[in-house]
């Protein structure tokens, strides 16, 4: 057991060496640019626009970030799949809903890879969608009004990190599991490690979309028990098919790093959607019990509901044949790409000498012909030459990621190299090579995953940054760097650090979205349940040991403003109507010794901040959002008594408040 041990470390050392080696190399040029040509071409004066929206992923924050391209400028953090005490995100009682799952309430998660709605495989920007890692969730941002509108819950999973990947009319979105693990009941997951070979499988859930965006989970499919990195559908003359990269083929559960770099292929696993799709119109599905959270945002209260849901749809492809094929991929591979026309599928194996590019057709053939040269846990293997295009030879080290400028080119990260690396698709010849600082992981061209890319930029996403900004301590900025990539040559123009660490980010032309922001929540249709609609019809209500706070909120002030007869012991909720009906001018609330964050809320919304005071006194409120030249005097007084005593309830507002 050793002995083999030691050979196997032997065999990947190389490998391991050079990857470690990652963080000390430094690219040979300094990278600094021509300052006046970059400049301009980066400069937006002031009052004007960026020409695209970049939507870029937070990781671990659970967030994404807006950025304007070609400035760098960020112009929105946007809560997802964490709290965010900003705006109240996850601390208010609309919107904790949001964040609950069949664990009960999560309020954070690791953001890796957005998908931008696609029609017929081009950006139509409604949507956005973020994978959770951790706790497996997809989420859906609208891009009128930039908010988390739905978070779906993927059961059977357990690292969603391929994951979401979406088709080409957004037909699904798809999340595979990084982890493989026992999908039965509760009582049968509880297994030994060491039966990984028997008892772990992997799943692939393809989530539908409705024409307003509703997510459901149409099926799933069990597959073997691997790893899934990452995933692309095809499109064009590919769709109808998906494409999944495997790692960990060895279907190891210990010392990964060793034992999950043993073959020199693992897979890319190409899926017959439509196929599936077939056997389940024939009833081919099973239905088997699982718990999942389904979290919405209602459109006309502002409140976040989740239902947990009890069973999902599975297709067990081992029994309906031809939806799963395996097709060689040298080795470990991270991301797969699918080029603008369908007909390209690049495996970026990250411990890979050479970049493997296979053609849609040959592999239609091969399959046709039955050309495979064996199988894996029962599925054919398609044969590795019969469906390669070719490779990229000497690309650089440790390729992850490619995406592709609309002329025939392709552009791959080289993470242990740092560089971008540009080839041609059809000569596979490597045309450039840029430095990154350093470490280049995702890549960004607006457009780049879709049926028409907008070549002009390329944003790399990097994971160290060293000496790049002003040293911030231990941590330092994560960092992005904006290539123009409309000549021969790509040519550095930016550096921007970024919010959280980035993985993936889309971009695409402001023009899609920036006519079609939401700008105020119309007040008469506000249908929450504690809604006041007008100064007049402020209150507090009483019932029991709870408080209720009608509240509204306009320039310069609250109503009610003064309120007393609450006591120790009670649960205060302060539902404040925002009353304008202007756009970009929300109001904030908070209370001395809230145990939760502020609000901010919309004009024309309601939002509820939950209050339990701790002790008798008088407790200022205040607008927390400099809303005019009276921002200041936006306050009010609330106070409490003791759990015992006999002060009545008591609220004003303005004019009333001498009675
Ligand atoms: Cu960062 Cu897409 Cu999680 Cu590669 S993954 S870098
Ligand atoms: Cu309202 Cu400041």
Not at 381 to 389: D, G, Q, T
Not at 422 to 443: A, N
Not at 453 to 465: D, F, Q, R
Request: proline share 6%; charged share 20%.
């Amino acid at each position: 057991m050793k002995i083999k041990q030691a050979i196997n470390l032997t065999a990947i050392s190389a490998a391991v060496l050079a990857l470690s080696f990652s963080t000390g190399c430094r690219p040979e040029t300094a990278g600094s640019v021509s300052v006046g040509d970059a400049a301009s071409k980066v400069y937006v004066a002031p009052g004007q626009h960026d020409e695209f929206y970049n939507i870029v992923s937070g990781g671990f924050n659970g967030q994404m970030s807006v950025v304007g391209l070609p400035s760098g400028r960020v112009l929105k953090i946007l809560p997802v799949f964490s709290a965010h005490p900003e705006n109240g995100y996850g601390y208010t009682e609309e919107s904790k809903p949001m964040l609950n799952t069949a664990h009960g309430f999560v309020p954070w998660d690791d953001l890796h890879h957005i998908a931008i709605s696609t029609t017929n495989g081009e950006h139509d920007a409604r949507w956005a969608f973020g994978n959770a890692n951790n706790t497996p969730r997809i989420a859906r941002v609208d891009l009128t009004s930039f908010e988390t509108v739905e978070i779906l819950e993927i059961p059977n999973s357990a690292g969603n990190h391929s994951s979401p990947f979406i088709t080409e009319n957004t037909e699904y979105v798809v999340a595979s599991t990084r982890f493989s693990v026992p999908v039965g009941t509760d009582e049968e997951n509880d297994v030994p490690i060491e039966t990984y070979k028997e008892n772990f499988k992997g799943t692939v859930s393809f989530i539908k979309v409705g024409d307003k965006g509703d997510m459901s989970i149409a099926f799933q499919l069990v597959t073997p028990g691997v790893n899934f990195d990452l995933a692309r559908a095809g499109k064009g003359k590919s769709h109808g098919w998906f494409f999944f990269s495997t790692y960990n083929t060895e279907q190891a559960h210990t010392l990964l790093e060793v034992n999950a770099s043993q073959r020199d292929k693992d897979f890319i696993m190409a899926v017959n959607w439509k196929k599936a799709e077939e056997y389940i119109k024939a009833g081919k599905g099973k239905t088997v019990k699982a718990k999942y959270a389904h979290n919405k945002l209602d459109h006309d209260t502002h409140m976040a509901t989740s239902t947990i849901m009890e069973e999902v749809l599975q297709l067990d492809p081992k029994e309906l044949k031809d939806i799963i094929y395996f097709i060689p991929c040298p080795k470990s591979p991270h991301g797969t790409d699918v080029d603008p026309s369908g007909e390209y599928i690049v495996g970026s194996g990250k411990l890979a000498a050479l970049i493997p590019v296979f053609s849609f057709t040959k592999l239609m053939e091969a399959i046709d012909n039955q050309d495979f040269e064996g199988e894996y846990d029962g599925f054919p293997i398609v044969r590795y030459e019969s469906a390669l295009h070719g490779v990229v030879e000497k690309p650089g080290l440790g390729p992850l990621h490619t995406e592709f400028d609309g002329r025939g080119n392709a552009y791959t990260s080289m993470f242990v190299s740092s560089e971008v690396v540009k080839w041609s698709i059809e000569t596979l010849e490597v045309l450039d090579r840029q430095p990154t600082f350093y470490s280049v992981g995702h890549l960004s061209i607006p457009g780049g995953p879709t049926a028409k890319p907008h070549g002009k930029y390329l944003v790399a996403y990097n994971k160290i940054t060293k000496d790049r900004y002003l040293p911030t301590g231990p941590e330092l900025a994560h960092s992005a760097q904006l290539f123009d990539i409309s000549g021969d040559k790509m040519q550095l123009l930016l550096d921007f650090p970024t919010i959280g660490e980035p993985h993936y980010a889309e971009a695409f032309p402001a023009h899609l979205i920036k006519d079609k922001q939401v700008k105020i929540y119309k007040i008469e249709d506000n249908k929450h349940p504690y809604v006041t609609k007008g100064p007049g019809e402020a209150k507090v209500v009483r019932d029991g040991n709870k408080v209720h706070v009608y509240m509204t909120s306009i320039r310069s002030h609250f109503g009610p403003d003064n309120i007393e007869g609450v006591k120790v012991g009670d649960e205060v909720y302060f539902h404040v109507t925002n009353l304008e009906q202007d756009w970009d001018i929300p109001h904030g609330f908070a209370i001395k010794g809230a145990n939760t964050a502020e609000l901010l809320i919309m004009p024309g919304a309601t939002q509820t901040l939950k209050w339990t005071p701790d002790r008798p006194g008088i407790f200022p409120f205040y607008c927390t959002d400099f809303c005019s030249a009276l921002h200041q005097e936006m306050q009010g007084y609330l106070r409490v008594s003791p759990a015992n005593s006999t002060v009545a309830l008591k609220y004003s507002v303005g004019d009333t408040e001498e009675d």
